[in-house]
C-alpha cells in the first residue's frame, strides 16, 4: 500500500451529494484550512474539498502544530450552514462522531471520542479536528471542517519525542498500512451524511450518539485551559456543548475551552451511559440473570425505544456492573403502566408534592467487585448527573443491605413497600432540589 494518494481514485465511487465533488488535492500545502479558507473567501461551494498529502504548517487547536507527514490523511471541507456563530462548535462533534463510527465499523477498532475534538484509539489520539469560522456579527459566512487522520504512519519513527506515548496511526492499530482514497471517502461519505442529519434534525441527537463514543464521561478528569487548571468528575457534555463537571469542592461547572486529561484513568472506575448490547449480553453472563426465553429481548427492546436507560459501569474498561433508570411519575411507573392508587399515595407522600422524578433500578455490581466502595461512587455520579439534567429526584426500590446502607447514609428518605409491575419494592427518595 503506497504513502501516495492516487488522485483519479479519490473521486471514484465516492457517494456524495456534495462533498468532494469540487475537490482541490495536493501533494504538499501549509495547511489545508488556510487554503480552504482562500477558497471559501472567494466564494467556493459548500462542500468543496482541501486534501493534501503532507502539511508543511498543518495547525491544531490552541494554536499547536499538527504533525503532518506523508502517509496521513489531511484535509478540510467548506461548509456555510445557516446555523449562528455560537453554533459551529457542533460542528467538531458532527465530524467526530463521523470519524469515531468509520474507524468502529470499517475498521473495527475500539474508539473513543474525547471532549471537545479528539478521537482516540486504544487511549491514544489517532484523529484531530479543526473547526475555524468566517463570521458577520452571529451570520456564518462560512466554516472550515479540518480533519487530520493519522492513517499510514509509524508513530515511534515519524513522531516527536514528546507525542509517541499519546499519539496512534492506523498502521500501529491495525498492524497494516490502509488504503488512503477508501478511508478519504468513507469518511466523507459519513461526515456529509452526519453534517445534514445535524442541519435537518438539530444537535442533540447527534451528541447523544457521539457521547456512546466518549469513554471519559464519569470518570475523573483534569481540564486545562489558558485560566488555569481545573480537577473534577466529568458528568456530560450539554447540548451547548460545553464540559459538566463536578469539582473537588463540589460545585457544578461549565467547561467551554481546555484540554481534557483522564487522570490516573485505570484506577477509577466510570460510569457510562450506554453499551454496545453483545457487550451487555455478556456482562447479564456473568452476573447470571436474564436467562429465561426471551427476556434479553424484551430488555433490549426497552433500551432501544428509550424506555430504559442503561449505566454500565466500567473499572479498567471492563464491564463490571450497571444500573437501569427511567422517568416516572406518580400516576404511571412508567409511559403506559399505570400505578394503584394506593401506590399513587404513598408516592405522594414520600415525594412531598415533586412529580418530576426518575426511578433507578437494579443497581448490580459483579460479586469480585464488592467491597471497595464502587456502589457509593455510583450513588455520588447517579445524583450529580440527574441534578445536572434538572430531575427534581430520585426513587430507588432497594433489596440489596449493602444498597439499603448506602441510601440511608446519604439521606434517601424511606417510602416503604411501593408495587412495580406487581412486585412489593422497598422504596427511597431522594430530592434533588430545595
Ligand atoms: C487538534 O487536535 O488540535 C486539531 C488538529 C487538526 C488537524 C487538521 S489536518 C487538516 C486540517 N489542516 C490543518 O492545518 N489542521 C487540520
Not at 60 to 68: A, F
Amino acid at each position: 500500500m503506497s504513502a501516495k494518494i492516487n488522485v483519479d481514485r479519490l473521486q471514484e465511487g465516492l457517494c456524495t451529494k456534495r462533498f468532494g465533488r469540487r475537490l482541490c488535492f495536493l501533494r504538499e500545502v501549509g495547511s489545508t484550512n488556510d487554503l480552504a479558507k482562500e477558497l471559501a473567501a472567494k466564494g467556493a461551494v459548500e462542500g468543496t474539498v482541501v486534501l493534501a498529502e503532507k502539511q508543511t504548517a498543518g495547525r491544531g487547536r490552541l494554536d499547536r502544530e499538527w504533525i503532518s507527514p506523508k502517509g496521513g490523511l489531511y484535509f478540510s471541507v467548506i461548509l456555510r450552514p445557516n446555523i449562528g456563530a455560537s453554533e459551529v462548535v457542533k460542528l467538531v462533534f458532527v465530524a467526530g462522531f463521523a470519524v469515531a463510527e468509520v474507524l468502529d465499523e470499517v475498521y473495527g477498532l475500539r474508539v473513543e471520542t474525547k471532549w471537545p475534538n479528539d478521537v482516540l484509539v486504544n487511549g491514544k489520539k489517532i484523529c484531530g479536528i479543526l473547526s475555524e469560522m468566517n463570521t458577520s456579527g452571529e451570520k456564518v459566512n462560512y466554516a472550515i471542517l479540518g480533519v487530520g487522520v493519522n492513517a499510514n504512519i509509524n508513530i515511534g519513527k515519524e513522531f516527536p519525542e514528546e507525542l509517541k506515548a499519546i499519539a496512534t496511526s492506523l498502521e500501529s492499530e491495525l498492524g497494516r498500512k490502509v488504503g488512503l482514497e477508501g478511508l478519504f471517502r468513507a469518511l466523507l461519505e459519513r461526515l456529509e451524511e452526519v453534517y445534514e442529519r445535524f442541519l435537518k434534525e438539530g444537535f442533540v441527537l447527534i451528541l447523544e450518539k457521539w457521547k456512546r463514543y466518549a469513554g471519559f464521561l464519569g470518570g475523573q478528569v483534569e481540564v486545562v485551559s489558558e485560566a488555569g487548571s481545573l480537577c473534577g468528575l466529568a458528568l456530560d457534555v450539554d447540548d451547548d456543548g460545553a464540559l459538566v463537571l463536578r469539582l473537588e469542592d463540589g460545585a457544578g461547572k461549565r467547561v467551554f475551552v481546555g484540554d481534557l486529561s483522564l487522570r490516573m484513568k485505570n484506577e477509577f472506575i466510570r460510569f457510562v451511559e450506554g453499551c454496545e448490547f453483545g457487550e451487555f449480553k455478556r456482562h447479564l453472563d456473568r452476573l447470571g440473570v436474564y436467562k429465561e426465553e426471551g427476556e434479553r429481548e424484551k430488555l433490549r427492546a426497552f433500551l432501544r425505544n428509550g424506555l430504559f436507560n442503561l449505566i454500565v459501569w466500567r473499572k479498567n474498561d471492563e464491564v463490571v456492573g450497571h444500573a437501569i433508570w427511567h422517568e416516572s411519575n406518580t400516576e404511571e411507573h412508567r409511559e403506559g403502566d399505570p400505578r394503584e392508587e394506593e401506590d399513587r399515595e404513598a408516592l405522594r407522600k414520600l415525594l412531598g408534592g415533586k412529580e418530576d422524578f426518575v426511578e433507578l433500578h437494579e443497581v448490580w455490581l459483579l460479586e469480585e467487585h464488592r467491597g471497595k466502595g464502587y456502589g457509593e461512587k455510583f450513588f455520588e455520579f447517579f445524583e450529580e448527573y440527574m441534578r445536572s439534567k434538572g430531575y427534581d429526584g430520585i426513587v430507588f426500590y432497594a433489596h440489596h443491605p449493602a444498597a439499603l446502607a448506602i441510601c440511608r447514609k446519604r439521606g434517601y428518605r424511606e417510602g416503604g413497600f411501593i408495587h412495580i409491575e406487581g412486585v412489593a419494592e422497598y422504596g427511597f427518595y431522594l430530592p434533588l432540589r430545595k
